[in-house]
């Protein structure tokens, strides 16, 4: 089973942005851990990362025929991207909204999602282990 770990804006400055909020840990740090996570599972995992919006409608729509499911944290474009939760919803594909924080705990702007309502569910709060959460909502 292959998933698509797909990472928004500011995704790429974990460890450096908001530690309090984010962990301490770097992406790399986490994609190596989630790596080495679906060898045991029998999962491929592959990564992605885009502080563009296109950039990441253009990785959402390459999953289409090349991957089983997808895990994405859209960062702040959770929030008000239409475009994002529309090439979500065109590929047709099992996909997990995940937060490493948990957004309704914070500023009310986070609290509302444009993305949930066209994934299969949401994971958030659990820091870095919402990556290997929802790798096995979707696996088992
Ligand atoms: C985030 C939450 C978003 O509100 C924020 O804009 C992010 C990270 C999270 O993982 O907690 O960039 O998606």
């Known amino acids: 089973m292959k998933i698509f770990i797909i990472n928004g804006p500011n995704l790429d400055m974990l460890g450096l942005r908001e530690p309090e909020i984010y962990g301490a840990d770097t992406m790399e740090s986490i994609n190596r851990e989630i790596a080495e996570y679906c060898k045991g599972v029998g999962?491929?995992?592959e990564f992605y990362q885009s502080n563009s919006e296109g950039g990441l409608i253009d990785i959402i729509h390459s999953a289409r025929g090349n991957a089983d499911g997808i895990v994405?944290?859209?960062?702040?474009?959770?929030h008000y991207s239409i475009a994002i939760r529309d090439a979500i919803a065109a590929v047709e594909l099992p996909c997990v909204e995940v937060h490493l924080s948990n957004v309704h705990k914070r500023e009310e702007f986070r609290h509302k999602s444009m993305l949930s309502a066209v994934c299969t569910g949401v994971i958030c709060g659990f820091?870095?282990?919402v990556y290997r959460l929802a790798i096995d909502a979707l696996s088992l």
């Open 72 to 78: 994405i944290n859209a960062g702040a474009y959770t």
């Open 127 to 129: 820091g870095k282990k």
């Open 43 to 45: 999962v491929e995992p």
